[in-house]
Structure formats: structure tokens, C-alpha cells
């Protein structure tokens, strides 16, 4: 299909799924992504493109607060570099995702261009988060979790505003669950602590 033929998307109309063949490449799949800033894509493994919609105002909310709150921590050493829901990542296993907020070390930056971190970079974070929207599945974004995990992410939290929970995942052990007023980073994060009580008033009304 030309790309001609794509650009751009009336999301008014549009499926949330995309599935051409043949696959796009990453060239025109980035050229989909230019011309179309109004939607936020992602390609899955599968080379299935999904268009995910803006988020709502609460979910927005709790997405500045979770950012604040990284952004405040890596201040205290300012070494690698954090990365908001506008941000996408080219997985090894073909995939381009976007997290809610992710970290990436300065191992992990070591010898990547200005040019390299312009577009999508070509690595997985070492830390990410996912914050749970009205609109998305619980089941899907905890498979997304796993899909983080296993192409190098060492932790990585999936907040669920709704129900008060933190699903917490890491390479070679199952997902575990915290219910409490903080949640403490590990490994890429340690000493980074996240307030979730101040996460949960921004679902308030």
C-alpha cells in the first residue's frame, strides 16, 4: 500500500489497529508518526500499529505527577535520562512502544548520537511505568509489561489508579502486587520512591 494512501489518519474514523502487507519499515512507519502528531502509535512484534487515543484529564494529571516525581529523583544525580509518554522506543524483538515514563542509564547511552536520540532510540528502557486509562485493557497492558521485560527492562511498575494497586515486574520472577502508600525502586531506580498517595489524588474530584 502507498504510503500516500495512509497520511494522514482521520482518527475520527480510523481503526485503533493497522495491519499492512506488507509490513511498513521503520523509515515510513516514522513518517506515519510525523505526519500524524495528533495520534500516538506503537507497533507491536507483530508489526500490528495501534493508535491509542490522548489521554483523558485525570489520567493526564496522574501521568505529571508520576513524571514530576522521576524527574525529582534523577535530579539528585542526574545520570542517564527520563522519558515521558511522548517518548518511543525500537525493541529488539521488532516492537516500538511507548511507556507512561521510563529511565534509561548512561550505560545504556554510552556512544548514541544526538541524531540517535532524536528519532525513536534503538533500546529498551532500564525502568518503565504504565498508568492504567479508562481505555485501556488490564490484560493487554500487563502482556505490554512483559513485553518491556523481556526485551531488557530490569523493572517495571503498571499502576492501576482504579483500584489503588501497583503490579510490580522484573526479569525471572512472577509479577507481584503493592498495595501501599509508596512503592520503592530497585536495581536501575534504587533510591527512587514513588508517592502513590499523591498519585491517587489526582483521581479525586
Not at 170 to 178: D, E, I, Q, R, T
Request: glycine content about 8%; hydrophobic content about 40%.
Amino acid at each position: 500500500m502507498a504510503m500516500s494512501t495512509l497520511l494522514p489518519v482521520d482518527v475520527r474514523f480510523a481503526a485503533r489497529t493497522l495491519v499492512l502487507d506488507p509490513p511498513m519499515t521503520d523509515a515510513e512507519f516514522e513518517e506515519l508518526c510525523r505526519a500524524n502528531d495528533n495520534v500516538q502509535f506503537e507497533r507491536t512484534r507483530e508489526g500490528v500499529i495501534q493508535m491509542n487515543p490522548p489521554a483523558g484529564g485525570l489520567t493526564s494529571d496522574g501521568n505529571a505527577e508520576i513524571i514530576w516525581q522521576l524527574r525529582d529523583w534523577w535530579k539528585s544525580h542526574r545520570r542517564g535520562k527520563v522519558f515521558d509518554s511522548n517518548g518511543g522506543f525500537y525493541l529488539a524483538d521488532g516492537s516500538m512502544l511507548s511507556p507512561d515514563a521510563a529511565y534509561v542509564s548512561v550505560e545504556k547511552l554510552n556512544g548514541l548520537t544526538k541524531d540517535q536520540l532524536t528519532g525513536f532510540p534503538r533500546l529498551c528502557p532500564d525502568f518503565v511505568i504504565e498508568l492504567l486509562s479508562v481505555s485501556d485493557s488490564l490484560a493487554s497492558t500487563q502482556e505490554k509489561m512483559e513485553r518491556w521485560i523481556e526485551n531488557g527492562a530490569k523493572l517495571g511498575w503498571l499502576i492501576d489508579p482504579y483500584v489503588q494497586k501497583v503490579y510490580v515486574y522484573a526479569p525471572g520472577l512472577p509479577p507481584a502486587s503493592v498495595a501501599e502508600a509508596c512503592i520503592n525502586g530497585a536495581g536501575p531506580v534504587e533510591g527512587f520512591e514513588l508517592d502513590l498517595q499523591e498519585i491517587w489524588r489526582c483521581y479525586e474530584v
